[in-house]
């Protein structure tokens, strides 16, 4: 059922993004600077999107390598304090 549902969800999606893509395909003028041109609406579109997709990407990545060296050094200190832990149970008590 789940299964149905989400497919459902994409080719909803797909049938919004080709609506979307018909209405928006006049050509329109871009200037960079540097040049002029001509491109259709919904290639730009699509573009910008894939290029925010790519920095959000690059975005998490990073935050993510932290995380993961962060959650290896917390790893290392818990084995570190685990070994201590254990040797401390299997020394003899010494009454004073």
Do not use: W, Y
């Not at 994409?10 to 600077?33: R, T």
């Not at 919904?42 to 959000?56: D, K, Q, R, S, T």
């Not at 993510?64 to 959650?71: K, W």
């Amino acid at each position: 059922m789940l299964r149905l549902i989400r497919n459902l969800i994409v080719i909803l999606g797909l049938v919004v993004g080709i609506a979307f893509g018909f209405f928006n395909f006049e050509p329109v003028n871009i200037d960079l600077l540097f040049t002029n041109t001509q491109a259709p609406l919904v290639v730009l579109l699509v573009i910008v999107f894939v290029l925010g997709l790519l920095i959000a990407g690059l975005a998490c990545m990073a935050r993510i390598a932290r995380l993961r060296g962060r959650l290896s050094s917390a790893r290392r200190r818990l084995k570190d304090a685990e070994a201590e832990i254990s040797n401390l149970r299997s020394m003899p008590i010494h009454d004073a």
